[in-house]
């Protein structure tokens, strides 16, 4: 068994509500650092989709989704 699987693309909207622009979350991958302001930083937790972190090269804004760990 392979753990190199290869990654799944997921097409998902940008999370500033004035864009909803789609984004793949391979193409456009971006983590926030300490220069971008709070507000263009959208996280939410969702456990239906795998975890991601994609940037909107149209407005600047980031969105980040997590899953939280199973409990033991």
Known sequence: MSTNAPIVSLTVNCA????????DSQ?????P???VPPGYIHKAYDPALPPFQVVCMKCGHYSLRYQRPKPD
């Open 16 to 23: 500033n509500g004035q864009c909803g622009r789609e984004l």
């Open 27 to 31: 193409r456009n991958q971006g983590y």
């Open 33 to 35: 650092d300490s220069t």
